[in-house]
């Protein structure tokens, strides 16, 4: 609910702290923004370069990680935010990029004192977090524009497999808060890579997010999970057709593709779970 994190927004146009009305948020200078039947509102600030996961991607990752077949990815973040957040820091759990909420459902049930905002492009993601977890706030916004976030509001901010804007973390998160990044490892879904031509992990990705967050974190934790799930195929269809992998793909083919390979057939999960905190 947005009831929870309205204290820690602010407007998307002019900064200033909004104000929960009438199914609307305003701020002082008349800036107004209608709060979705579904309960989440609009926050961009304008036009954004982002691509927003459609409303096909986001059913296909519902199905898929309500399924648990992500849960080993899901238990490693909540861990790493137990032992990394402090509960008494002031401020909400932030996720950027968020997707349908169901990582951020899972870290908001450890910290039962917490309030959650998730940030996603996509308003079919964002319908479907609003409700994910009676706690969670959700709004669209572009990770690389300006965040619709007072200074200092996060305690824990929560990224995975999202774009991280430096800056922006760096400017919403409080001075003892915890910022928690998931990113694929090489041989993450490597049995499927070569069999239905899915994108691999970009070479230098490590370096690349160590170069984005640098001047603004240290590290303070990091680990590697790395294990096997087994997806019929079913499943597969909805790993390939939640992601990335499915733009400017032909599901139909990808389908017919899937039911040639055994069922239920073995899969690596492998990610890089980090935990940063502000540079002093």
């Known amino acids: 609910m947005l009831n929870g994190v309205v204290r820690y927004l602010a407007c998307p146009h002019c900064g200033a702290s909004l104000t929960l009305g009438d199914h609307v948020l305003h701020c002082p200078s008349g800036h107004s923004f209608d709060i979705a039947k579904q309960g989440y509102v609009n926050l961009l ?21 309500s399924a648990g077949h992500y849960a080993p ?18 401020g ?16 908001m049930d450890a910290f039962p004192d917490a309030d959650g905002l998730l940030l996603d492009i996509s308003k079919f993601a964002v319908r479907r977090a609003a409700k994910a977890h009676p706690r969670i706030g959700a709004a669209v916004t572009d990770a690389w524009q300006t965040l619709p976030l007072q200074d200092g509001a996060a305690a824990m901010v929560i990224n995975t497999f999202a774009p991280r804007n430096g800056p922006e973390l760096h400017r919403i998160l409080h001075p003892r808060g915890v910022l928690l990044v998931v990113t694929p490892l090489p041989d993450h879904l490597q049995e499927l890579i070569g069999t239905l031509g899915l994108l691999k992990v970009e070479e230098g990705k490590e370096s690349r997010l160590a170069e984005q967050l640098a001047p603004h974190f240290s590290p303070v934790a990091t680990e590697q999970l790395t294990r096997t799930v087994a997806l019929d195929h079913e499943a597969l269809a909805q790993l390939v057709g939640m992601g990335p992998n499915a733009w400017h793909r032909d599901a139909q083919k990808d389908y017919e593709t899937i039911r040639q390979l055994p069922t239920p057939s073995e899969v690596t999960l492998s990610v890089r779970l980090s935990a940063y905190r502000l540079s002093q």
């Open 73 to 90: 990815v899901m238990e490693a973040l909540v861990d790493l935010a137990r032992r990394t957040a402090d509960p008494a820091v002031p």
């Open 92 to 107: 909400c759990v932030v996720d950027i990029g968020g997707g349908t909420g169901h990582y951020h459902a899972k870290v």
């Open 45 to 65: 600030p304008g036009a954004t370069k982002l691509s927003a996961d459609t409303k096909e991607m986001v059913e296909a990752r519902d199905a898929f990680l």
